[in-house]
């Protein structure tokens, strides 16, 4: 990527990232350089609102968070299944500051208790939410079709108690960048989920089961 072209006597340098639909694509697809810029734009939101959170009230603070750096870490983050874990922490710490501002809270107030406080999702967690969201739609509408094609029922040799579980075929894989597709990712958070959650009869029942398990 570092490498020029030459191109009619003229030199042109490759970038080592190129930004698409939002999203900042590197070379290796580590999502770092995309992780780092969501980041730095969270924080712009997160100051300036912690200037005027004392005129605010509590739902006006939580809409203007959930409109302006929720969105934000909520973005495509279906791309970060299984992205290093030093860059779920960077976006947690991120969401972490979020709650504290939100909620006026000290330092010494655990994280945790202030994201369960606004019914907030971890960050792990709101990758999981994505993507299981999007595997419940693609399985029933069957579209978009290049997703719906991924995804199989699992169908055992013999007849098993899992044969009508619900559950999706995992294909194998050799390379861990390889588990990152989505063919993977989404069977296994999908057969993880509860009987109840993933036979839910329509999409809004579906998020609630979901978000509550």
């Not at 939410?129 to 079709?145: E, M, N, Q, R, V």
């Not at 861990?176 to 809004?204: G, Q």
Request: net charge positive; aromatic share 8%; glycine share 2%.
């Amino acid at each position: 990527l570092t490498r020029g072209l030459s191109v009619c006597g003229a030199n042109v340098t490759f970038s080592e990232a190129v930004k698409l639909l939002g999203v900042t694509l590197d070379a290796t697809l580590s999502f770092d350089q995309h992780v780092t810029d969501v980041a730095r734009a969270c924080n712009y939101h997160i100051r300036a609102l912690r200037h005027i959170r004392p005129m605010l009230t509590l739902d006006a603070a939580k809409s203007i968070a959930a409109s302006v750096v929720s969105s934000r870490l909520d973005y495509c983050n279906s791309l970060l299944v299984k992205t290093t874990e030093q860059n779920l922490q960077r976006l947690q710490r991120v969401q972490n500051s979020l709650a504290r501002v939100v909620c006026q809270a000290p330092w010494s107030v655990p994280s945790l208790e202030l994201l369960r406080g606004l019914h907030w999702l971890p960050i792990r967690q709101r990758i999981h939410y994505k993507t299981a969201l999007i595997t419940y739609k693609t399985l029933h509408t069957g579209s978009p079709i290049y997703l719906a094609e991924l995804l199989h029922d699992y169908q055992p040799i013999r007849e098993l108690r899992s044969s009508s579980s619900h559950l999706l075929q995992k294909p194998p894989y050799r390379t861990v960048f390889a588990s990152r597709a989505f063919s993977y990712t989404a069977p296994d958070i999908w057969n993880k989920l509860k009987l109840e959650t993933i036979t839910a009869p329509s999409v809004d029942s579906f998020k609630i089961r979901l978000k509550t398990e």
